[in-house]
């Protein structure tokens, strides 16, 4: 299993990639961790070295979850992906989540580092359609359309992600952190989850 999950910041890679390393036993790797110099707000690595560090990674893991908003370098793990995952839920669910994200230690070096960046992310994130770099809504949906092998779109909409997950129980319902929420059926010998973008009440 190798997986690619691309989408505006704040849509839920993050969760739902850790969630899949967790059940699958991935080698999980947020793309930010390599676009960005580690501990220094907004100052972006060599784009050669990002991608080299990248590749390493792929060759050094058999089974892995790639996530993150650049579809440059997502563009080099589709290449030997079994499945790209687009999280798309819309502007607002991700303007929501973003208000709630806790602090991440592996981007900022305190919580309050974290939280005079919120303006400007809750900005970056309004502009996701507007923006024509490699982040942005165009860039992810050329990607996803052209990408000639297995992939889902999460959006607003319930959709169903099919993974076998013997371990799960599935006479609830479980909430993913990020505001997903999901269902878990069992469907023949398979196990289907169903993934809601919005909360449950």
Known sequence: MRLVVI?????????????LA???????LDLDTIAWEPKRIA???PPAAARAEL???????????????YADLAGVATATCTELVFMNPGVEVCLANAHRRPWEPHKYNTADDQQLMLAHLLEW???????????????????FDA?????RELDADAVAIVHAFPQLDTRGVARIDGGWTSATFEVG?????????APLD
């Open 22 to 28: 967790r059940l699958h036993d991935l080698a999980h």
């Open 43 to 45: 100052v972006p690595r």
């Open 7 to 19: 989408g505006n910041s704040s849509s839920g890679k993050s969760s739902y990639a850790a969630q």
């Open 189 to 197: 010998e398979r196990i289907v989850q169903r993934a809601l973008a």
């Open 55 to 69: 590749e390493r990674f792929i060759a050094e893991h058999e089974r892995w979850v790639v996530e993150g908003c």
């Open 125 to 143: 994130i309004e502009a996701y359609s507007t923006r024509d770099d490699a982040t942005s809504y165009a860039a992810h949906r050329r990607l």
């Open 147 to 151: 990408h000639p092998g297995p992939k």
